[in-house]
Each structure stands twice: as structure tokens, then as C-alpha cells.
């Protein structure tokens, strides 16, 4: 089956500092990945939709230079929180598009990545 | 507004019980509606999905049932297990290459 790949599984830095997380598709090629956002007991909330070759489209709310995504291959987009603040500390999921069935995406997401910013 | 209305917030049931988690949605333009079982500190991963042409569709224990006249969709699960405590998420989406749009979840415990 379809398999995102997504790293480091676990983060922490200083305030200040930037972070850049990696999300793979590593079986199949994803011209669309989709970044979320996860507080503790919450629910997943889109950030923004990244394509490949073209800027990432964010959702109402997010900051585009604090939350840089970049989309350069059909197997990868990499999410970088710039100067991360303790605020920023959550749980960031990607998830690919596997391409439609039946007219809707099957999105496959990766395990997650937390991060704690100190 | 919220896109899709989620239902309980949390759920115990006794081991070999029946699971239902029940969502509602505004917006019939959606036409692909997915569960998604989340452990903690791990990704969501797809349970079931069902598209709004069928009106139930059960894969194993789990089953999804649709009615699109009411904009609800419900997940049941069959003989839960303690392995099925989990978070579960419904979601919505449209078609082509478009975002999930998720409910808030249902934390569900099954005892022994």
C-alpha cells in the first residue's frame, strides 16, 4: 500500500530557531501534499496545500513566512517553522494524494512529527 | 463554521459491543466521506470510506452507514475490541485533488 514517510519523528529547539520537516511519498508520486496541524486532543486542521512546482496555498489564518512549504519533487515537500516559538509546539502531519478514486483522493498520511519548542 | 458536526466527544463500550460514532455535514457538494482511527502519536490512518452513491458499506467489523437525505454518516463498529480504543475522525471532502476536512473526534475506550 501507499506509504508517507515522514521525518524526524520528534523535535526540540530553542525559541528562535527554525525547524524543517520532511514529508516522502516513497511508493507513488504525489502532485498534491497536504500540511495539518494537531493540538493535544484536537483535531487535524489543514494548514495549507502544497503543489509540486507551484506555491503552497495556506489556509486562512496561517502564516506563509513563519510556515514555509516547498513542494520541489513529485516525492517530497518539506514544511520549515521559522523562528518557532512555544506557541508552535504541536503535532504537524502530512498526507499525499494517492490520486483519485472513484473521483475523490485517498489521502495517506505520515506518521507525524512533534515539536516541542522550548 | 464547522463543515462536519462530530458525535459522542468520547465512547466507552464493553468488550464485544457495538461501537457507533455519528457525524453530520452542511455542504452536499461533498462526495467522499472517509473514517480515519488515529493511536496517540502516530498519524491517522483509513478505516473505511464511502462515496455518496451506496448507502452502506462494511469492510471486516466496521461498517459505514450514509444518508445523504440526512447528511449524516455513522461508523459502527462490530465486537469491539480493547485493540479499537482509538481516536476516530470522520471527515469530508470533494472531489478531485482537494483537502479532508475532519470532525473533532471521538476518543472511544472498549473494556474489558
Known amino acids: 500500500g501507499a506509504v508517507v514517510s515522514q521525518h524526524p519523528s520528534r523535535v526540540i529547539c530553542k525559541s528562535g530557531t527554525s525547524v524543517k520537516i520532511e514529508c516522502r511519498s516513497l511508493d507513488f508520486q504525489a502532485t498534491t501534499m497536504f500540511w495539518y496541524r494537531q493540538f493535544p486532543k484536537q483535531s487535524l486542521m489543514l494548514m495549507a496545500t502544497s503543489n509540486e512546482g507551484s506555491k503552497a496555498t495556506y489556509e486562512q489564518g496561517v502564516e506563509k513566512d513563519k510556515f514555509l512549504i516547498n513542494h520541489a519533487s513529485l516525492t517530497l515537500s518539506t514544511l520549515t517553522v521559522t523562528s518557532a516559538h512555544p506557541e508552535d509546539s504541536s503535532f504537524y502531519i502530512c498526507?499525499?494524494?494517492?490520486?483519485?478514486?472513484?473521483?475523490?483522493?485517498?489521502?495517506?498520511f505520515g506518521a507525524g512529527s512533534r515539536l516541542t519548542v522550548l | 463554521q464547522q463543515q462536519v458536526k462530530q458525535s459522542p466527544q468520547s465512547l466507552i463500550v464493553q468488550k464485544g459491543g457495538i461501537s457507533i460514532i455519528n457525524c453530520a455535514y452542511e455542504n452536499t457538494a461533498f462526495d467522499y466521506f472517509p473514517w480515519y482511527q488515529q493511536f496517540p502519536g502516530k498519524g491517522p490512518a483509513l478505516l473505511i470510506a464511502?462515496?455518496?452513491?451506496?448507502s452502506e458499506k462494511k469492510e471486516g467489523r466496521f461498517t459505514i452507514s450514509f444518508n445523504k437525505s440526512a447528511k449524516q454518516f455513522s461508523l459502527h463498529i462490530m465486537d469491539s475490541q480493547p485493540g479499537d480504543s482509538a481516536t476516530y475522525f470522520c471527515?469530508?471532502?470533494?472531489?478531485?485533488?482537494?483537502?479532508?476536512?475532519f470532525g473533532k473526534g471521538t476518543r472511544l475506550s472498549v473494556i474489558a
Open positions: 464511502i462515496r455518496p452513491d451506496v
Open positions: 498526507s499525499a494524494a494517492q490520486g483519485a478514486i472513484s473521483g475523490a483522493n485517498v489521502l495517506t
Open positions: 471527515a469530508v471532502s470533494y472531489s478531485g485533488n482537494t483537502p479532508l476536512v
